[in-house]
């Protein structure tokens, strides 16, 4: 495990203090999968290990959303996240990719939204080809495939995800919020989908926003925020940001 450095870790602000989380607790906020099971299988093995380790009374994970699209084991990955969440308090969050799909399914006018966006290779995982013309007669074609490929459980996971999750000083979402509107009052499209707007801001949020949806190089630390995206589909790095205390740590493949 390799510690994010002090100096980045004095950045963060909340009301001019440092953030902290309850005693007890400890989190690992897991960033974008899209579709990678093999990353999130070795980041799980690492984070059970850190735990073995070093136990906590109240340990928890946190996956920000897009767990489908792009990459090749987006059922295998539900299947993945259901399972560690049958066997460890987790907390799932909705990404834009699981929203896209689940509107998918009575709204035929997203699929090429979805396609464009990855969901091809979704399709792909549940054994559904979406190759070719997409005219409306394949589009139908496809939501019914879909609707009948999609097991029951991994229906209730994408209906269940939520929107955000606060621990302490901290706020977990997947993309961001909007800077002018407090965390109570957020909008589902911007949490989801925010970029700029919430990525140049210099406000206190009132709370530290831990997010993914845009693809940096390297954690991202800023005064408000802290955005943990490294891009796992392209790059094969799943990062896991470990919050304790005042501490802060990232765990990666």
Request: proline share 3%.
């Amino acid at each position: 495990m390799t510690a994010i450095m002090l100096a980045e870790r004095g950045r963060l602000r909340v009301f001019g203090r440092g953030p902290v989380l309850p005693d007890g607790q400890r989190i690992y906020a897991i960033g974008d999968i899209h579709g990678r099971l093999d990353l999130l299988d070795k980041l799980l093995v690492k984070i059970e290990a850190d735990v073995d380790q070093r136990p906590a009374a109240r340990p928890i994970c946190i996956f920000l959303g897009d767990y489908i699209d792009r990459g090749p084991s987006s059922r295998e990955t539900i299947d993945r996240l259901i399972e560690q969440g049958n066997r460890s308090e987790c907390v799932f969050l909705k990404g834009n990719h699981e929203s896209i799909a689940i509107r998918c399914l009575i709204d035929r006018s997203r699929f090429d939204q979805w396609m464009r966006l990855g969901g091809m290779e979704t399709l792909h995982s549940y054994k559904i080809s979406a190759q070719g013309v997409r005219n409306d007669k394949k589009i139908r074609a496809l939501q019914v495939a879909f609707h009948e490929a999609l097991p029951q459980a991994h229906f209730r996971f994408l209906r269940d995800l939520q929107n955000s999750y606060t621990a302490g000083d901290f706020f977990f979402v997947h993309a961001g919020v909007k800077p002018s509107v407090g965390l109570e009052s957020q909008s589902e499209s911007d949490l989801l989908w925010i970029r700029e707007e919430f990525l140049s801001s210099d406000v206190d949020f009132g709370k530290i926003v831990v997010h993914g949806h845009t693809p940096v190089h390297e954690v991202e630390v800023r005064s408000n925020r802290v955005n943990i995206d490294t891009g796992a589909f392209a790059t094969g790095r799943l990062t896991c940001l470990v919050i304790e205390g005042e501490s802060l740590s990232v765990i990666s493949t």
